[in-house]
């Protein structure tokens, strides 16, 4: 499936939720939709940034159509007071996109007892959907896009069920591919609910590649910068190439819910976005079960399809 993002016809009255819309992919997520005309809310944790965020868009895309609204994922409370003051204000929505992450940070122990990325990446995404669910309307346009990584099939490449929050031995690197994991399983157990509903609402997964961003903010700034100036420009992809496979995600009329879109060039790293590979255990759907079961047991989530 080729994809061109100036062949997708505008889609004026839609509205999508872009979490981490301020930096990174995030930022060019938000840049795509709102050249289509959608209005694009900009879910993120520091409003500052994301009012630059947004005024950097607008000289890109003038007239575009963008709000900014406080949301830290790594805060349960945060998700339920983002979710009521985005159903205060609106009763609709077409496009989730649960971008937001961060990578390989310290160890940390959020309020709610989650590790920090877990907390952020996933859990707070498995929440934040659950809350906005009924809004999508019963549509195939609508759609829950969730970032997983090439990191999911690296790592421990399992779920560690018996220390998901990491309490008895941390990594950071396999905490972090763990929670792409976590996200690539959810994306696929979603898709299976909401099909079991007869709902037509898709979800699907995208990974960028590799893209030089500010996600790479705990890496070591020593080794950070030796890599910038050597490997990085090789094997990276900018970050407005590096949204393609989650504008396809969102965008594209033939996406099947279950689908997931990433860069198609040398080991998926950058090139044009298709079909990306999902790892065995990915796809295994009593895994998928058990950790959808934990997650609404440590979430508090209530899903009703
Ligand atoms: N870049 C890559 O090569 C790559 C590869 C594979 C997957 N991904 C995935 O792509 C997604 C976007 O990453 P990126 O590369 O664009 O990174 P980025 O430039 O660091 O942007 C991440 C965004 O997420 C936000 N965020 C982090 N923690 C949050 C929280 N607790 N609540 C709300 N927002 C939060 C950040 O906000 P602040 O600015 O306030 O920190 C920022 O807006 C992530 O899910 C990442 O795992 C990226």
């Known amino acids: ?42 879910a993120c944790r520091n409003l500052e940034k994301a009012e630059q965020a947004k005024a950097d868009i607008v000289k890109q895309a ?33 496009l989730l996109i649960n971008n937001a992450g961060i990578m390989f940070s ?23 959907t659950s809350l906005l669910l009924d809004l999508l309307p019963d549509t195939p346009d609508s759609r829950v896009v969730t970032l997983s990584s090439i990191g999911h099939r690296r790592g421990t490449g399992v779920i560690n069920f018996d220390d998901i929050n990491a309490e008895k031995q941390y990594s ?25 509903a007869g709902r037509k609402t898709l979800s699907v997964a995208a990974h960028p590649g590799a893209s030089d961003t500010e996600l790479a903010r705990h890496i070591n700034p020593f080794l950070a910068n ?23 995600a969102a965008l594209e009329p033939n996406v099947r819910g279950g689908d997931y879109y990433g860069p198609t060039g040398f080991r998926e790293m950058k090139g044009p976005p298709g079909k990306a590979t999902m790892s065995t255990y990915s796809q295994n759907q009593e895994m998928a079960a058990k950790l959808w079961d934990l997650s609404v047991q440590l979430t508090g989530a209530e899903y009703s399809f």
Not at 173 to 195: G, H, I, P
């Open 172 to 196: 950071r690197t396999d905490a972090y591919m763990q929670t792409k994991l976590a996200c690539l399983m959810f994306s696929q157990e979603l898709q299976r609910k909401l099909a079991s």
């Open 1 to 42: 499936m080729s994809f061109d993002l100036n062949k997708i016809p505008d889609q004026p009255g839609k509205i999508a939720v872009v979490t981490g819309a301020n930096a990174g992919l995030g930022y060019e997520t938000s840049l795509g939709l709102a050249q289509k005309g959608m209005k694009v809310i900009m």
């Open 106 to 128: 310290p160890y940390s122990k959020t309020e709610d007892g989650f590790e920090g990325q877990m907390a952020a990446n996933y859990f707070g995404h498995f929440l934040l």
């Open 226 to 248: 030796i890599l910038r100036y050597t490997v990085i420009p090789f094997v990276t992809h900018s970050p407005k190439n590096g949204a393609l496979p989650t504008l396809l």
């Open 62 to 94: 003038p007239g575009a159509d963008l709000q900014t609204m406080a949301l830290d994922l790594s805060r349960l409370a945060s998700v339920k007071a983002f979710a009521q003051a985005y159903r205060d204000k609106y009763s609709t929505l077409d």
